[in-house]
């Protein structure tokens, strides 16, 4: 019998959390799976860490992969992905603990519903506080009037990400923290732009899901605990990337007068920001100056090369 989930963990700096995230899988209650750790350049010692790690567990259902350049998160993952053999594949942060049944619960919703491409595990932060795992695709009307005017006219299409729910039900998108994918349909519709360096991957993929009239849903009784942040310090850089991923991202999907719009409002909500605590004004200019794709992280960088253990 083949593999029938395929775990891709990225890892940057940040070896604890990965080691804890593999300990969390190794006692899952459902076992035909593999993990692929994809290392983006961690320093010698966090890299250390993990191999030696690796090398005492000496599990054959780890693999890992070492980048020799900090690729971002889609392209990170992209490689881990292009080496998987599971019929499913679970793109997961590294700071996240599995539940000991969240394997077995998405595997069987997925086996029973064909017709779901994607499925989102429930998060809890380290305190066991709900926190929802699903979201609202941006679109013109929920970015100028909001989400809460969404919900009136549309309530099965904008469900309240405040409650806690028992059963699944379709959204508009998930957390790219932990996104369970029917391997045919990931690759059907091209899987994660390497474009994006840091942030709304999960925005652009969860839209060509929905472009493509496939199904994304949001089941509860799987869950993990989210930390949050583990691999990421945010300064100024970090800032902007959020800003060109995200103008990219409207670019890539929407017509030009709604991408147009929907950019102007978040150049407004950031001013706005900037008035009232000024130090963000760096930020406010160099969103003006600096947020082509052009001037990204991802496109800065030169070279490729991985090992596979």
């Known amino acids: 019998m083949g593999v029938s989930i395929s775990i891709v963990i990225l ?7 990965t080691m804890d995230c593999i300990d969390s899988i190794l006692s899952s209650s459902y076992q035909n799976y593999e993990i692929i750790v994809v290392d983006n350049n961690s320093n ?4 250390g860490v993990i191999i030696d790690y690796l090398k005492i567990n000496n599990n054959d259902k780890i693999h890992f992969i070492e980048n020799d350049n900090n690729f971002g998160f889609a392209l990170g993952n992209i490689f881990g992905i292009s080496a998987a053999k599971g019929e499913y ?25 064909p017709d779901v491409s994607l499925c989102i595990p429930s998060q809890y932060n380290k305190d066991g506080i709900y926190h929802p795992s699903f979201a609202y695709l941006p679109s013109v009307a929920n970015q100028w009037f909001g989400n809460g005017l969404c919900r009136m006219l549309k309530p099965s299409e904008y469900m309240d990400r405040k409650k806690e729910y028992k059963t699944p039900f379709s959204v508009q998108m998930g957390s790219g923290a932990s996104m369970f994918f029917r391997a045919s349909d ?6 994660l732009d390497p474009n994006f360096f840091l942030y709304c991957e999960e925005e652009d993929i969860c839209i060509r899901m929905k472009k493509e009239k496939m199904n994304i849903f949001f089941v509860p009784d799987a869950k993990i605990i989210h930390y949050g942040g583990g691999s990421t310090n945010r300064n100024l850089d970090i800032e902007i990337e959020f800003y060109r991923s995200l103008f990219y991202f409207f670019d890539k999907n929407y017509n ?10 978040f150049l407004i909500k950031e001013f706005i920001k900037s008035c009232k605590k000024p130090a963000r004004f760096k930020l406010f200019l160099a969103i003006i100056m600096r947020s082509s794709l052009s001037h990204s ?13």
Request: glycine residues 4%.
């Open 11 to 17: 890892n940057y700096n940040s070896s604890k959390y």
């Open 44 to 47: 010698a010692d966090e890299r």
């Open 89 to 113: 594949i679970f793109i997961l942060n590294n700071d996240t603990l599995v539940d000991e049944y969240a394997l077995d619960i998405l595997h069987s919703f997925m086996e029973d519903n």
């Open 186 to 191: 990931y690759f059907k519709i091209g899987g």
């Open 256 to 265: 030009f007068l709604s991408a147009k719009s929907l950019k102007f409002r």
């Open 297 to 309: 992280l991802r496109h800065k960088q030169r070279g490729l090369k991985i090992n596979i253990i």
